[in-house]
């Protein structure tokens, strides 16, 4: 059974940073893509950033291309969000995801591509 915890959200002012991680076992990390989405209240959860199988590709929505980066540790199970420049509007609860198929060559930005998901951790940019 496959576990994806998150940690490292908080509250910070715009313009500030924040690192999420998310740690995974229980499935051979390496294997899959990993997903990052976010959710804000009373709104759909949405695509934010990914990375391949390979950690060869990723791939950003357009309104945190250059601001955010997504990149993984194999030797640690942990795929991470590094977030720069915040705003706002990134206020959601952000969820890590691990893809559904293993070593699939395109990367899925809608939550339907995934099957594990963690709880969630919580994001918070104050202005």
């Known amino acids: 059974q496959v576990q994806l915890v998150e940690s490292g959200g908080g509250l910070v002012q715009a313009g500030g940073s924040l690192r999420l991680s998310c740690a995974a076992s229980g499935r051979t990390f390496s294997n899959y893509a990993m997903g990052w989405f976010r959710q804000a209240p009373g709104k759909e959860r949405k695509f934010v950033a990914a990375?391949?199988?390979?950690?060869?590709?990723?791939a950003y929505a357009d309104s945190v291309k250059g601001r955010f980066t997504i990149s993984s540790d194999n030797a640690k199970n942990t795929v991470y969000l590094e977030m720069n420049s915040l705003k706002p509007e990134d206020t959601a609860v952000y969820y890590c995801?691990?893809?559904?198929?293993?070593?699939?060559?395109?990367?899925?930005?809608?939550?339907?591509?995934?099957?594990?998901w963690g709880q969630g951790t919580q994001v918070t940019v104050s202005s």
């Open positions: 995801a691990a893809d559904s198929v293993p070593f699939r060559i395109v990367i899925v930005p809608t939550t339907t591509g995934y099957d594990c």
């Open positions: 990375i391949s199988w390979s950690g060869g590709r990723t």
